[in-house]
């Protein structure tokens, strides 16, 4: 059973570009979870998701940054005219469905993005 | 915000248990309490949780007090690859989020 996989693993991005970065859960868990992490910072809640839904964003900067969890497919968090400060690691965690669930978050290895 | 209390870094020598403690005093009845743990830049692995009994798994063991709010993750047998960040995190479970705080970073000497 694969794990969380997420790509890209590294995305080199200019200002003004956009991100697009994407997890696969685990088979079978239906909500994705993505964190961001500053360098030297810790792990910051951005949004939780289940298909087709969005649970809870209230991580999320109010702009330029979405996400979404489709029916088919990968989550796909989408940072739009890219600045400096969005430099950072993204990590996306997965879980299974309510009444499987035991509370643990499975991570993956994260996409890591460079704003030049 | 975080509502649980870390010493900023400890360290242990290599073969000896490692005892990390964790302050959560305002944490609700149905509140469980999880270790996570991040080694250099990687994602964040599980280790262990629990609400009110001690728990022991493979990785290690998690000593609650009888008032719950404290707790002590207990790594038996440390090894040099257990260098890391250790995050302990309160959550009601179940979809819910977890809000990671600074956490504590065990260094294990040879």
């Known amino acids: 059973n694969a794990g969380v996989m997420q790509n890209p693993r590294h995305l080199v991005r200019r200002r003004g570009q956009e991100a697009r970065l994407r997890c696969s859960p685990m088979?079978?868990?239906?909500?994705v979870y993505w964190y961001r992490q500053l360098p030297e910072e810790g792990l910051k809640f951005m949004v939780y998701l289940q298909k087709e839904n969005i649970i809870d964003e209230s991580g999320m900067p109010k702009e330029r940054f979405s996400a979404e969890f489709p029916k088919e497919g990968p989550s796909i968090l989408r940072i739009q005219q890219v600045v400096r400060g969005d430099s950072a690691a993204y990590f996306c965690?997965?879980?299974?469905?309510?009444?499987?669930?035991?509370?643990?978050?499975?991570f993956g290895e994260g996409s890591r993005l460079t704003v030049l | 915000d975080a509502k649980t209390t870390q010493p900023p870094s400890m360290d242990c020598a290599e073969g000896r248990a490692a005892n990390l403690p964790c302050n959560h005093s305002t944490i609700s009845g149905n509140e469980y309490v999880y270790w996570y743990r991040q080694i250099h830049s990687q994602g964040p692995q599980y280790i262990i949780h629990?609400?009110?009994n001690n728990e022991t798994n493979e990785m290690a063991s998690l000593i609650i007090t009888e008032d719950r709010k404290s707790s002590t993750l207990i790594l038996p047998h440390a090894t040099l690859r257990d260098t890391a960040v250790y995050y302990c995190?309160?959550?009601?479970?179940?979809?819910?989020?977890?809000?990671f705080g600074k956490g504590i970073t065990l260094s294990v000497r040879p």
């Open positions: 965690a997965s879980s299974p469905r309510v009444g499987t669930n035991t509370g643990e978050l499975f």
């Open positions: 995190i309160v959550s009601a479970g179940a979809n819910s989020k977890l809000t």
């Open positions: 088979k079978g868990h239906s909500h």
């Open positions: 629990g609400l009110k």
